[in-house]
C-alpha cells in the first residue's frame, strides 16, 4: 500500500506542477484552484507512504521521480528545450532514484 501512497503523491507532485505553469503566474482561475488541491493531496499521500517508509527515501523518491517527470512532461508539452546536459541530468536523478530504492533493502 505504501507505493501506491507514494505513486499517488508523485502523481499529484507532478500535476500540481504542470497546472502552476497553466496558470500564467496564478492568473488564471481553474489552474490556480487545481495547482493547491493536487498540491495538498500531493503532501496528504507524502504523508500517508511516509508512516511506512523512511523518510529520507520517500522524500526523495517523491522529489526526484517529480522532478525527472515534470521535466520530460515539459519537454513534451510546453515544448522546453531538450540537450544532451538536460537529458544526461534527467538519466543521472533515475540511478540515484533506484540506488535508493535498493538501498532499502528487504525493509
Known amino acids: 500500500m505504501v507505493y501506491l501512497w ?3 503523491a508523485i502523481t499529484f507532485e ?8 497553466l496558470s500564467e503566474g496564478f492568473t488564471r482561475l481553474w489552474p490556480t484552484v487545481a495547482t493547491i488541491i493536487m498540491y495538498l ?6 504523508a500517508f507512504a511516509t ?4 523518510i529520507g527515501v520517500a522524500y526523495a523518491l517523491w522529489a526526484g521521480t517529480g522532478v525527472a517527470l515534470i521535466a520530460i ?5 510546453f515544448n522546453e528545450h531538450v540537450n544532451a546536459w538536460k537529458v544526461g541530468s534527467i538519466v543521472l536523478i533515475v540511478i540515484g532514484i533506484v540506488g535508493l530504492q535498493i538501498s532499502r533493502g528487504g525493509h
Open 6 to 8: 507514494l505513486a499517488l
Open 14 to 21: 507532478v500535476g500540481w506542477a504542470l497546472a502552476m505553469k
Open 41 to 46: 493531496l500531493s503532501v496528504v499521500f507524502l
Open 51 to 54: 508512516k511506512k517508509m523512511d
Open 73 to 77: 512532461a515539459s519537454m513534451i508539452y
